[in-house]
C-alpha cells in the first residue's frame, strides 16, 4: 500500500513509457540527411566554388552560413535525443544553455576584439609616424666617396 507522493511536480516529471526504437530511428534517418547535405556543401565547397573566379564570395559565405546551421542542429538533436536532454524539465535545459550561449559570446567578443587590435596594431593608429623614405637612412655609396 505504499503511495507514489509527488512533492513538486518540477522534480518528478512522470515519463510515458517509451515506445520502442521509433524515435530513434527517425532522428537517425534526420541525422544521416542533414550529414549528407553538409557532406554535399563541404565537398561542392572544396572543389567547385573555392577554384573559380566566377562563384561570388557572397555564395561562398552563405554555403559557410549554411554548413554551420546545419551543423548546430545536428548538435541539438543529438543533446536532445541522445543524451535525453529534451526529456528534462525547463530549468536544467536552461542550466545547461544559458552558459554555452554565454560561452559562444564570449568567444565572438574576443575574436572581435582581437581582430579590431590587429588591424589597430597594423595602422599604428597615429601612435607613431609610418616610416617613408624622407625618414628612411639612406645607403651609402662606397664608390662615390673615392
Not at 542542429?73 to 554555452?100: C, Q, W
Amino acid at each position: 500500500m505504499s503511495e507514489h507522493v509527488v512533492s513538486s511536480p518540477e522534480i518528478s516529471i512522470p515519463h510515458a513509457p517509451s515506445s520502442g526504437t521509433g524515435r530513434i530511428w527517425k532522428v537517425f534517418w534526420l541525422l544521416s540527411v542533414v550529414t549528407l547535405v553538409e557532406l554535399v556543401l563541404g565537398f561542392g565547397l572544396a572543389k567547385h566554388w573555392y577554384g573559380d573566379p566566377e562563384t561570388s564570395h557572397t555564395a561562398i559565405l552563405f554555403v559557410k552560413g549554411a554548413l554551420c546551421i546545419l551543423s548546430l542542429a545536428k548538435a541539438f538533436y543529438i543533446v536532445s535525443v541522445f543524451m535525453h536532454l529534451g526529456d528534462e524539465i525547463r530549468n536544467m535545459i536552461m542550466t545547461i544553455v544559458v552558459p554555452l550561449c554565454l560561452f559562444i559570446w564570449f568567444i565572438a567578443a574576443f575574436l572581435w576584439d582581437g581582430n579590431s587590435w590587429r588591424n589597430l596594431k597594423n595602422t599604428n593608429a597615429g601612435s607613431r609616424p609610418a616610416q617613408t623614405e624622407q625618414h628612411q637612412a639612406k645607403p651609402v655609396d662606397k664608390d662615390a666617396k673615392k
